[in-house]
């Protein structure tokens, strides 16, 4: 079966700016987490969504936010970009009774 | 709360044997186990659950001492295939935690020949 997908892959945009990446779960899944990875950071997490109710949220400023449609598709924006949220952003699915996480390749994202 | 993983790196000769620990200063429902080669995404190793036993893959296994709320990944006989980025991700019950992975910072692997 076809595994996590996100969309774009690269994106460089500039401070001030917004942006918006897209996760598709693997079919059947309902739960889709967001994750941050920066060098020495590890992965921060962001927020998880289930059946498009945010069940979780990270210690993050308000620029970033999240959704999660009914085919559970999920996306996250971050607004008012600043240089420090350049980074690999992660998303994760995992099934109702499962427990590992699928994640995606990631959408690498550099602010200029 | 992020884990605690040590240590931060460690490299070793195909064969050798490590040991990567990690430790929450929170009461834990579960730890798991990935691993995250260069730019690829993380692949999930194994995880263990609280009152659950050490599990194992392949020269890869590891333990969960709820006493110390601590995990360790036990890997022998390391291959090549071994190299890559280590993270443990905890989990909690309650609280408004449940369903939330945090991961830590990762401890880096390189196997030499």
């Known amino acids: 079966k076809a595994g996590v997908t996100q969309t774009p892959r690269y994106l460089i945009k500039t401070r001030g700016q917004q942006v918006t990446l897209s996760c598709s779960p693997i079919?059947?899944?309902?739960?889709v987490s967001w994750y941050q990875q920066t060098p020495g950071q590890g992965l921060q997490f962001l927020f998880e969504y289930f059946s498009e109710t945010q069940r979780n949220k990270g210690n993050f400023p308000g620029r970033f936010s999240g959704r999660q449609f009914s085919n559970s598709r999920s996306e996250m924006n971050v607004s008012t970009l600043e240089l420090g949220d350049s980074a690999l952003y992660l998303c994760a699915s995992r099934s109702d009774y499962g427990v590992e996480a699928f994640f995606g390749q990631g959408t690498r994202l550099t602010v200029v | 709360q992020q884990p605690v993983q040590s240590p931060q790196a460690v490299i070793l000769r195909e064969g050798e044997d490590a040991v990567i620990n990690c430790s929450s200063s929170k009461a834990l429902y579960s730890v798991h186990w990935y691993r995250q080669k260069h730019g690829e995404a993380p692949v999930f190793l194994m995880i263990l659950l609280k009152g659950g036993e050490q599990k194992g893959h392949e020269k890869i296994s590891a333990s969960f001492n709820e006493k110390k709320q601590q995990s360790s990944l036990y890997l022998t006989a390391s291959q090549l295939s071994y190299s890559g980025t280590y993270f443990c991700?905890?989990?909690?019950?309650?609280?408004?935690?449940?369903?939330?992975?945090?991961f830590g910072k990762g401890t880096l692997l390189t196997v030499n020949p």
């Open positions: 991700g905890t989990e909690m019950r309650g609280g408004g935690s449940n369903y939330k992975l945090t």
């Open positions: 079919s059947g899944h309902r739960s």
